[in-house]
């Protein structure tokens, strides 16, 4: 049985897809992962799966000291990485991107074993940038993030087929909602969004008069609520089964993680947007601002975030904007990004010279 070794990290939006690709995978081919103490091997290895621990430097966004530290630390992860892979063979390294996925990808590349990396979002990452050369495809969510690269194809997002599963009456009842009033669905990432949460608490009284609430906290958010779930309003830090959580809603307040607004276009969810804009490159306002030009989503920026009842009440009431989501093909890139592994896996694929490996660096 051939072997996949799997990387990606720093965030959940870098683990989760590549989790919805193992789960197809893991019949077929022998699964591991690599990344570091992060949220990937909490995810990870609830779901099964073979981890490999590399502690990888992350650059910190404005002046700090760890800054220079990152030489030093990068050399030692890389030899973590070359060790583990020189021990586990595996056959393909398929990275999702983020600062956790290099030390696995410079080792793969060295040790001539071919690399695929999927790149979520519209502008690519600084990790998918210094790594595309070693990959024998820079795979992508959008099509035009492909053409920046020699080796680009665009696949579309990999979307969870379990999202699709949910019943909406189920999915009322295992939440305690009123089946008669429309549902928010509010959630931030793994640890949570103080900007989104703090406006959601100051907005509930003019948004229950409207919605039932389903606030997903994350895990730094619960403890601040203003109150625990009870009739219309309902919070929990964490809810694993996402597919009822959506099949609740009826409208989306969120980041704007690619991934996530894959998700929502795909389950013709009406959302508002907040993109993460502080300590960040500016990728979610940019993959915000694609689909707001499409009238796909509704976006509030972080120093709007005082008139969310509007914005949400504006959303959830927007024919136009449920007109355009009805419209909207999505691709779904699982089926593309699985031909393409058993392209290289089984069909005898070779890797351009310039993509071999072997170099030192």
Known sequence: ????????????????????????????YALSYMGTEGIEKKLVTEAGYPFF?????????????????????????????????????????????GYASYPAVWAAHKLKIPVLTHESDLSPGLCTRLIAKKCAFVLTSFPETAKKFSNGRWVGSPIRKELFGGDRGRALHKFSLP????????????????AINSALY???????????????????????????????????????????????????LCRAGSNTVFELLALKKPAVLVPLERSSRGDQLENARYFEARGLVRVLREGEIGNLADAVRSAAENPVLRQNLAGADVADGTGAILRIIKELLEDGFCLPEDQRGGASE
């Not at 008669?180 to 949570?192: E, I, Y």
């Open 1 to 28: 049985m051939k072997r996949i070794l799997f990387t990606g990290g720093g965030s959940a939006g870098h683990v989760v897809p590549n989790l919805a690709l193992m789960r197809e995978l893991r019949y077929v």
């Open 53 to 97: 621990t590399v502690e990888t430097p992350k650059l910190v966004r404005s002046l700090s000291a760890e800054n220079f530290r990152i030489p030093k630390k990068l050399r030692a992860a890389k030899r973590e990485a070359l060790a583990t892979l020189q021990k586990e063979k595996p056959d393909l390294v398929f990275s999702k991107g």
């Open 179 to 194: 089946e008669k009033t429309p549902v928010l669905l509010v959630f931030g990432g793994g640890s949570g969004s103080e």
């Open 202 to 252: 100051a907005a509930l009284p003019a948004l229950l008069e409207r919605f039932s609430v389903l606030h997903i906290t994350g895990s730094n958010g619960e403890k601040k609520s203003p109150q625990q779930s009870v009739g219309k309003y309902v919070c929990a830090p964490f809810i694993a089964d996402m597919g009822s959580a959506y099949a609740a809603a009826d409208v989306v």
